[in-house]
């Protein structure tokens, strides 16, 4: 199969994100006087968005909808107004897109995370000619697992899912990848184990970004 465009999962498959996370939430968990999160505790947070973050991080009150829009909001506002602290590709992952770039094969990101953020994110550590396609969540268009974001990207790439190779370092990616069509490959550098992936429905894994070059011609 010639595959001619490839979606990617931003946090843990194309950037390190973990820190900034943590940051954030503990922010916002220190003003409302919440027990704050440890570095282990980040990773569970990471995959449903921001609102997800806060409500996993909300210990005592995570069914309170109320207090978890309110903070969510705050988180987005918080994250918006500093995206990049200790956030960084990963490493191979720029010789990675450059080695793409020069087959000419489309490239996106998509991610839970709210559009601006995610913007914000992909052109400070990636620049603004590196994908074709930058989507965030927003209203309207539900998350992941949801395929309907990709699917998007598949429309506007005028390519049907099965041209298109989806890499991520989750169950959410996975199995959002096989609700769509798309060609799932595990990234297993990411913040999910192997099994993880796995158990999710995935069978082909990657220990490194360049090896993804091993499935284009």
Not at 33 to 50: H, K, M, N, Q, R
Not at 158 to 170: F, M, N, T, V
Request: aromatic share 10%.
């Amino acid at each position: 199969m010639i595959y001619k465009a490839i979606i990617f999962d931003l946090d843990g498959t194309l950037a390190n994100t973990v820190l900034d996370i943590k940051i954030h939430v503990n922010t916002i968990l220190k003003r409302h006087s919440f027990p704050e999160v440890s570095l282990e505790d980040t990773y569970a947070l990471i995959g449903g968005g921001l609102r997800y973050a806060m409500k996993k991080a909300l210990k005592g009150a995570e069914n309170n909808e109320k207090i978890i829009d309110l903070y969510g909001e705050e988180l987005v506002e918080e994250y918006s107004k500093r995206p990049i602290i200790d956030t960084h590709p990963y490493e191979g992952i720029n010789t990675l897109l450059e080695k793409i770039k020069e087959k000419k094969i489309k490239m996106a990101v998509f991610s839970n995370k709210s559009h601006s953020i995610t913007e914000k994110v992909v052109y400070t550590l990636f620049g603004r000619e590196m994908f074709d396609i930058v989507k965030g969540y927003t209203e309207g268009v539900p998350k992941k697992p949801d395929p309907g974001g990709a699917l998007l990207i598949a429309e506007k790439f005028a390519l049907s899912p099965k041209e298109i190779i989806y890499l991520g370092d989750s169950d959410t990616d996975c199995i959002t990848a096989n609700n769509g069509g798309f060609k799932f490959i595990a990234a297993l550098w990411g913040y999910r184990t192997k099994k993880e992936i796995a158990d999710a429905g995935a069978d082909l894994f990657i220990s490194k970004p360049i090896e993804l070059l091993d499935f284009l011609v």
